[in-house]
């Protein structure tokens, strides 16, 4: 599949899921290329439908796309709840184990979800996989002490490498943090492996999403499919 080819199957997957959404909702608006279609879609219902919601962001990066709009966006700690939640993923399983945090928002992602009643998350039919682990797992590490974390990994046989940007620079994440990418190929036991990461000092997050989500989204050529 060519990059046309997914994006249009991101869109699709994106203007699906902003149906979802209804007046006076509160709404967590997730991150990366198939949510901005979904912003796209909820900025047009918001000018010509006159829809009127309230959004929770899991980035900067989507909250100033969804102001852009006119759209309002509010503190997570600012609302006692979140209706829905729509997001997008790297991979997942028929499980509905998933990995995030390819775009560096999974600590944000992570708190918004657990805050929500509902998750949806919206993927292109190349995320669906048997078992997942090929696309490397992100983890969330503070700065300071962070070589230890790495070399830790590395004698886990975890595969570790710092997440670099296009010059060169660590990448820091909304919180300033870095993100150490696992290159595991296969992750057969995700909730032990959660356990392990989550209980390493200097991790802050990582991106396993293991039955959190109760809907997925999938665009592909016929139009989108619904996984419950
Ligand atoms: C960002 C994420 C994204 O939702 C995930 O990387 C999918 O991104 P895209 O829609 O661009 O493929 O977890 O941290």
């Known amino acids: 599949m060519d990059k046309a080819q997914q994006d249009a199957l991101k869109k699709a997957a994106g203007i699906e899921a902003a149906r979802l959404i209804e007046n006076g909702m509160i709404a967590g608006l997730g991150t990366g290329s198939t949510v901005k279609f979904l912003v796209d879609e909820l900025g047009r219902r918001v000018k010509e439908e006159g829809l009127e919601f309230t959004g929770v962001t899991t980035s900067r990066r989507t909250q100033e796309q969804a102001e852009s709009y006119g759209i309002k966006i509010v503190d997570v700690d600012d609302v ?4 829905i939640t729509i997001d997008g993923a790297d991979e997942v399983d028929s499980n509905f184990n998933g990995i995030k945090g390819g775009g560096a928002a999974l600590l944000w992602e992570k708190i918004v979800a657990t805050n929500s009643n509902k998750i949806v998350w919206i993927v292109d039919e190349s995320k669906v996989v048997n078992t997942i682990g090929a696309f490397p797992l992100p983890v969330e590490v503070i700065p300071f002490g962070a070589g230890h974390v790495i070399k830790k990994f590395e004698s886990r046989g975890y595969k570790p490498t710092l997440r670099l940007d296009a010059s060169g620079k660590e990448v820091r994440t909304d919180e300033s943090n870095f993100v150490v990418d696992l290159h595991l190929d296969l992750i057969e036991h995700p909730q032990a492996l959660a356990d392990d990461l989550i209980t390493t000092v200097g991790v802050v997050e990582h991106g396993l999403f293991l039955n959190m989500v109760d809907t997925v989204i999938v665009g592909n050529p ?7």
Request: charged fraction near 35%; charge should be negative; avoid cysteine.
């Open 80 to 83: 006692d709840h979140i209706d």
């Open 222 to 228: 016929d139009g989108p499919r619904v996984m419950t």
